[in-house]
């Protein structure tokens, strides 16, 4: 079956970096797509990765291992507004988006 | 980026009576939208798929004929919860991609139904 592996909840400390994982398993890939989601609000965009590789986007980056079924997303310099749920989501072979459970990251002082 | 438009917001209503949220693209004619529904702590989960000028597709342990979607237009999608409950209460929202599939979902604002 298809399935989207990320932590349920992380907690960092503001001005630091915090990385999110993602494994994924689905029937054909193309691409994995990150998302930010505030409590009570849509998800909005971050980042798209199809190749292998690191994306940079100011302060947040995105890592795919298309051999190791695997990407993170990674977010330096945090802030307090960086507190929210992220969302991984990997696209099959049929273009389909298949969700991960998301992240609750937590910002502390 | 492509805007999707969702509205309402927000809706309560009375448990039995039922309730239509629409969801359109702005900027871009989309044959496919995707209807979702999250309940509190957890992911989206995927209802229906919707295509233009042809029924739905429902996932599984999705009832179609209480959640009736409409997809008349290539801009315009509409889920209608029908006689509503208290468990339907929920943030619905809806999404968007380009005719492709190849780039990002792009999702309206959300709606959140509460059924009293």
């Known amino acids: 079956g298809q399935n989207i592996d990320q932590p349920t909840e992380m907690t960092a400390t503001e001005g630091a970096i915090v990385q999110i994982n993602c494994t994924y398993q689905?029937?054909?890939?193309?691409?994995l797509f990150w998302y930010q989601q505030h409590a009570g609000e849509a998800p909005t965009f971050l980042s798209y990765n199809v190749l292998d590789g690191l994306e940079e986007k100011g302060r947040f980056s995105s890592f795919l291992s298309r051999s190791k079924g695997y990407s993170y997303l990674l977010l330096k310099e945090l802030q307090m507004k960086d507190s929210a749920s992220y969302l991984c989501a990997a696209t099959d072979s049929n273009y389909q988006l298949i969700w991960g459970a998301g992240t609750k990251l937590i910002i502390k002082p | 980026g492509a805007v999707v438009s969702q509205h309402p917001s927000r809706v309560i209503c009375k448990s039995g009576t039922s309730v239509k949220i629409e969801c359109r693209s702005l900027?871009?004619?989309?044959?496919?939208m995707f209807w979702y529904r999250q309940f509190p702590k957890q992911s989206l989960m995927l209802m229906a798929t919707?295509?233009?000028?042809?029924?739905?597709?429902?996932e599984q342990g999705v009832e179609k004929d209480k959640f009736l979607i409409n997809h008349a237009s290539l801009t315009l999608s509409t889920l209608t919860v029908t006689s509503a409950h208290p468990e339907d209460s929920s943030f619905y929202i809806c999404?968007?991609?380009?005719?492709?599939?190849?780039?990002?979902?792009?999702f309206g604002q959300g709606t959140r139904l509460t059924v009293v």
């Open positions: 999404s968007a991609r380009d005719p492709g599939g190849h780039t990002e979902a792009f």
């Open positions: 919707s295509n233009e000028g042809s029924k739905a597709t429902y």
């Open positions: 900027d871009f004619q989309a044959t496919t």
């Open positions: 689905t029937s054909g890939f193309n691409g």
